[in-house]
């Protein structure tokens, strides 16, 4: 499985950005597709998923202003962020999880949220 984002950028708090992942290969192993974001100096966390029957799941820090979805059962996934924060700031990784646990990354789209 190939993963590719995009969308990153700069934005001001209390802004708006939409990051998109296209996944591609043998996508129908895929389970859960979702992002990670990893913020300067500290490890990578998660932040939200869809499985493949639509269900979503979303970090604390981040529900009621990102949304995850799809288009159709696998292939691209969107992240928009929304009330964005300084600590919001940060790679953000486009990550799928096959039936058989394994994860695959993309190689991260960069944000950047000022105050």
């Known amino acids: 499985v190939q993963l590719v984002e995009s969308g990153g950028g700069l934005v001001q708090a209390g802004g708006s950005l939409t990051l998109s992942c296209d996944s591609s290969g043998n996508i129908f192993i895929v389970k859960t597709l979702g992002w990670y974001h990893q913020a300067p100096g500290k490890e990578r966390e998660f932040v939200a998923h869809?499985?493949?029957?639509?269900?979503?799941e979303y970090a604390d820090s981040v529900k009621g202003r990102f949304t995850v979805s799809r288009d159709g059962p696998v292939g691209t996934v969107y992240l928009q962020m929304s009330s964005l924060k300084p600590e919001d700031t940060g790679v953000y990784y486009c990550?799928?999880?096959?039936?058989?646990?394994?994860?695959?990354w993309g190689r991260g789209t960069q944000v950047t949220v000022s105050s």
């Open positions: 990550n799928v999880i096959t039936y058989s646990g394994t994860p695959y």
């Open positions: 869809i499985t493949r029957d639509g269900t979503t």
